[in-house]
């Protein structure tokens, strides 16, 4: 009997395993063939609007497929080896600036709280004049591929790289979910797909393109989804101004009277209603929009200053335009979506798709299936464009920091770096798609908030510090930026967004939606105070090589590196 029941057991253990086991790969099986399967329900679905999309995608494989053949080294695969125009990489930074959150997230939050999502268009447009006047020609005279070998010059090489690189990474991965749940919105809703399935295949195509095209293929993607962007928000534009005569005053009427608020959604105070969280707010987008790593990176694929002047001038200007755009196609959406039953879940009336999907609505409103084709094939291009760039700055700071610089010593082969830029980008397109899906219900357009306040509270006052303050050093740099990243990012956890929405707590810990104007005066007090009381030997001579960096900051002289790549 015992014998029986001792062999019995393991029997029964091992049955019971199996069926566990076997049960558990059913349930696998079934959320595969379920993210695979065709929706039951496609009466959405616009053959039109799939055709372009598939059109462009086709376009932009054979741009990556070209690009791939000119793709030989490093330089080339960071920089474009520094071969692009003034015009054209103006273009390229217009694309890079022009991302889904907005494309898509502005229009949102104008069309769900009106007047003061304008915030996230004009605040940032000031920073281009930062960007001209105090970091484009410096930049450009001092770095080669990344943002930490500008720092790097006058300060140890270990400690600030591997700062930078982790800001980098962060600020990368905070971009990608704004990018990610954009992309998985659009794709989603224009195939009648599951939102799951449509993050594999963004995440798969941009793997696709940044191994294999690197900076090449980004950059002249980035150039052609600028020119159909413009164009095509153009018209939308175009389009909504001659239902009312070219009268900005009826479009105003008409979003008065199809919004919930009336004539509160031509008032600010529906998105930030105290000064404390406007202030902090509007910090968060002039910094850290003028000091955004992957766009940074763009002032190394140009051969001289000049054209780094150039590259800022031309992006400026069409940037500007480009939020002029945005306003209308915000307060068109309330016009022509908000009510329109066509763009309405039939169960809960509100907008098919989110508040995301406003201005892709009201493409199709405007122009039906053709422009709609149009417009969401540009909008996927928006954010291919921009997530391979993302994963290109993420790459380089895995690769070239960390890698190359801090494990290696500055002792790896070009070989081995390239190696270790494409498993980076792999690895970066799988963790996109996982935190698209992650964050899938959140407004991409505030989602910036995690990336704009990193930019802002470790790139700028690093980067403005380093390149006009003398007596920075680098136990200032690396004591300031550390503690100003925690405490943003701490900051952002614990305030009602994260704690209270997300997390379902009953009250924040930190009372404010924007921690920028906290965490920057973190940084920037640290870094200064700290650097002041570093009477060390090594802070004397950085302080000393200040007159060195500051001549070749000014004149590309010693940067021969730098210009050749």
Known sequence: MTKLVGSGVPRLVGAALLL???????????????????????????????????????????????????TKSTADFFTAGGNIGGFQNGLAITGDWCSSAALMGIAALLYSYGFDGLIYSVVPFGAWPLMMFLLAERLRNLGKYTVADIVSLRFARVPIRTLIASASLAFVVGYLIVQMVGAGTLISNLFGLNYEMAQVMIGGLIVVYVAFGGMIATTYVQIVKAVLLLSGATFIVVAVLMRFGFSLDGLYQAAVDNHPSKEAVMQPGGLLSDPVNAISCGLMLLLGGAAMPHVLMRFFTVPNAKEARLSVAWAASLIGYFYLLTFVIGYGAIAFVMKNPEFLDAQTGLIRGGANMAAIHLSSAMGGDLLLGFISAVAFATIVAVVAGLTIA??????????ANVFRHGKATDAEVMRMSRIAALSLGVLGMVLGIAFKDQNIAYLIVLPFTISSTVFFPVLF??????????????AGGWLGLASGVIMLILG???????????????????????????????????SLLDKSDRAKQEIAAFADQYVRSQTGLGAEGAVRH
């Open 20 to 70: 566990s086991t076997a049960t558990a790969y059913a349930d696998i099986g079934t959320s595969i063939h379920k993210m695979f399967s065709l929706p039951e329900d496609m009466s959405h679905l616009k053959p039109t609007a799939v055709v372009m999309f598939c059109i462009f995608v086709v376009i932009s494989l054979s741009i990556t497929w070209w690009a791939a053949k000119r």
């Open 394 to 403: 993420g790459a380089s700071a895995i690769s070239h920091d960390l890698y």
């Open 465 to 478: 510090l380093a390149m006009y303050w003398r007596p920075l050093t680098t136990t200032g740099v690396v």
């Open 496 to 530: 009602p967004t994260i704690w209270m929405d997300i997390l379902g707590n009953a009250a924040p810990l930190f009372p404010y939606k924007y921690p920028a104007l906290f965490s920057i005066a973190i940084s920037f007090g640290t870094m200064i105070i700290v």
